[in-house]
């Protein structure tokens, strides 16, 4: 008996300590192995940061839409106002020397000479001058730029290859209009972007306009740009800020909770072990009761018939034979006992034959040791039960039927075991005084007794239901259906008769 409870606390005190240092080192070890409570973790903020991104995204993507449109209509509108302003100051050139062109003659040499001089003198800001070109591309008038003067720029290209002189005289042929392209800034030398208005002298053949850089359009609309990108990337912070925030909350709430469960569970293991040890001693003291109680006296009567058989014969007298009789019958009733206490121990029963007739010798002894009626019912079916749920559902019953000897106070006794669609169900009902009302709950499970078969049931993934009243109290235990094994070859007559779950059909014991 010492043996075999050592070699129990040497399985589970082990690894309830193991599983303690694993509940421990696993805070620790999130970095590279992360728990099950951490992997739930991370799966659940995943989602989080997943919306977040797509979110930030699309509001990043539709930001710099509306802003590239809003920029897109401002820079136009500065363009078109500086069109009208180059298309006025064309047209104010145009008015200051009309009396004179308009009076010319198409060969009048003095006339040119006098309004090439006039827009020669016309020039405004740091910049802005007029141009004068032939149609044959002949440079007339250039104030800012002298080196282009009497010179023919046909075919002349800006550095993004579009023609300038070409296209200035095209538009003055057809009318006017405005013509834009790269062209060095007088007064830096380097390229910019100008936007040129040009109309047409048809009588002398000349191409008149003017120009202004849009540079600085362009350099207000690029900051404009850098602007609406700074701004998204101070709301990509903002978001990521955000978000790390929740993240960090979300990863701290499930550190704190998974620290609170082991902790729990470190209680419940300690309290498992208490239960163990209580047990154990409980278990040691109804056998050391039972060996002291039974087969201790029942041996004490066979030495003392033995000594007194021992003596008679020394004397000669005949009653030694009786004397050794009937200490032969006390030792065969030590024996009976021993095999009762390792039958309550261990049923050979439940390994050799089955639940069935475990279940059904239980009863019959239930029933010729306290002389309460006892009926057990079951019904042969070819699914098996696996040894676990075997040893489950005896030990609850054996429970139960204790139970019912010591406090229920009944005088009939039910135990019914079958198999079903669903799995298998085993109902032990009494006609006893019943238990309090509140003993069966799950948040009070009662005695040790009682917890010990809801935990039973539990680790198999089955349901404990207990049912009590005045009347009497049913407890029903039941097992899912992956706890039956498959039937044998029905071509084996020995597979097939090992098959059934209960060997015995139903039958009932009485006292």
Request: charge should be neutral.
């Amino acid at each position: 008996m010492n043996r075999i409870y050592t070699q129990y606390l040497g399985c589970v005190l082990p690894s309830w300590a193991k599983f303690r240092n694993e509940s421990t080192m696993a805070l620790f070890r999130f970095p590279l192995r992360p728990t099950y409570g951490q992997k739930l973790t991370l799966l659940a903020t995943l989602p989080l940061i997943l919306a977040v991104a797509a979110i930030s995204l699309l509001v990043a993507h539709q930001s710099r839409l509306m802003a590239e449109r809003e920029i897109k209509a401002m820079e136009q509108q500065l363009i078109e106002a500086k069109k009208a302003e180059l298309k006025n100051y064309v047209t104010q050139a145009r008015n200051g020397f009309y009396f004179i062109y308009g009076s010319a003659a198409p060969d009048d040499d003095l006339a040119k000479e006098q309004v090439m001089q006039i827009l020669s003198a016309m020039i405004y800001g740091e910049e802005g001058a007029f141009f004068v070109y032939d149609y044959d591309g002949n440079n007339l008038v250039s104030p800012r730029q002298t080196d282009l003067i009497n010179k023919n720029w046909l075919g002349l290209t800006d550095s993004e290859g579009t023609p300038v002189v070409d296209q200035l005289l095209a538009i003055a042929r057809q009318g006017a209009g405005y013509h834009s392209y790269l062209w060095p800034k007088p007064s830096s030398g380097e390229e910019a972007r100008m936007i040129t208005y040009v109309t047409s002298f048809p009588s002398w053949g000349w191409a008149v306009g003017t120009g202004v850089f849009i540079d600085d359009v362009l350099e207000s609309s690029a900051a404009a740009r850098a602007d609406v990108e700074a701004r998204v990337r101070r709301t990509f912070l903002y978001i990521g800020g955000i978000t790390l925030t929740a993240v960090l909350l979300v990863f701290s709430t499930g550190m704190f909770l998974n620290i609170r469960e082991r902790r729990l569970a470190d209680v419940k293991l300690k309290e498992l072990n208490q239960r163990v040890f209580d047990a154990q001693e409980e278990e040691r003291g109804r056998v050391a009761r039972e060996l002291h109680d039974g087969i201790s006296q029942i041996l004490v009567g066979v030495r003392y018939a033995l000594d007194t058989a021992k003596r008679r014969l020394r004397q000669g007298d005949d009653r030694a034979g009786d004397t050794l009789d009937k200490g032969i019958g006390n030792l065969l009733g030590a024996i009976q006992e021993v095999r009762r206490i390792s039958r309550d121990l261990r049923p050979a029963a439940l390994d050799d034959l089955g639940l069935g007739p475990a279940l059904k010798a239980l009863t019959e002894d239930f029933a010729v040791r306290t002389g309460i009626d006892t009926e057990f019912n079951t019904v042969v079916f070819r699914n098996r039960l696996d040894q676990d749920s075997k040893i489950a559902l005896y030990r609850i019953a054996q429970e139960a039927l204790t139970n019912i000897e010591r406090h229920a106070n009944a005088t009939c006794v039910s135990v019914d075991i079958r198999g079903h669609r669903n799995g298998a169900t085993m109902a032990i009902k009494d006609n006893g005084v019943g238990m309090p009302q509140d003993i069966g709950r799950r948040d009070r499970p009662g005695g040790l007794g009682l917890r010990n078969m809801q935990e039973r049931i539990e680790q198999l993934d089955g349901n404990l239901k207990i049912m009590s009243s005045r009347d009497g109290t049913l407890i029903e235990a039941e097992l899912p259906l992956s706890h039956l094994l498959p039937p044998e070859e029905p071509n084996d007559p020995a597979a097939s008769a090992a098959s059934h779950l209960f060997d015995t059909p139903k039958t009932g014991a009485s006292s």
